[in-house]
């Protein structure tokens, strides 16, 4: 295999192993802020409603991949989990909005706070050569960003 196709195949497995990292412990974090127990989809699903603010749902249905009415049925179940309201979209009374609740946006904002110490517990679990290995690979990432910043601003 050339080493452009095993770099290929490396970089998917990555995106995806931070892709289902970052959703089970922002999960666990929010189901325990809020005492609910939420799927990857519905703490998704309040993390961008939050940061985007008011959302229809076929917006929130296309950004997530799902269809129309499998997103109706998340936002019922967030909607009786007070983690948010809908209400009717003054640019179109057809048209219906998803926004958080203070439940949701606290519960959001205590699993982001939650992350820190919840790494450190988990790479305490890491073997000494494993955790080299993540520590290089993570500093290599913080160089290439801290370049692109660098020539986006010179002046900085």
């Not at 076929?58 to 309201?85: F, K, V």
């Not at 050569?129 to 601003?153: F, N, S, W, Y």
């Amino acid at each position: 295999m050339k080493l452009s196709a095993k770099r290929e195949r490396l970089t998917a497995q990555l995106r995806a192993t931070l892709d289902s990292l970052e959703a089970m412990v922002i999960q666990r974090r929010i189901a325990a802020a809020c005492a609910l127990p939420l799927t990857p989809q519905q703490v998704r699903t309040v993390g961008m409603i939050v940061l985007n603010g008011p959302t229809r749902s076929s917006e929130l249905a296309g950004a997530l991949s799902i269809s129309r009415a499998t997103m109706s049925g998340l936002l019922d179940r967030l909607e009786n989990a007070g983690l948010i309201t809908r209400t009717t979209d003054p640019s179109d009374a057809r048209g219906r909005l998803a926004e958080a609740t203070e439940l949701g946006r606290e519960a959001l904002r205590e699993a982001l706070a939650s992350l820190g110490p919840t790494m450190d517990r988990i790479v305490g679990y890491m073997t000494f050569p494993d955790l080299c290995a993540l520590t290089k690979g993570l500093m290599a990432v913080q160089k290439i960003l801290r370049e692109q910043e660098q020539r986006q601003d010179p002046g900085a």
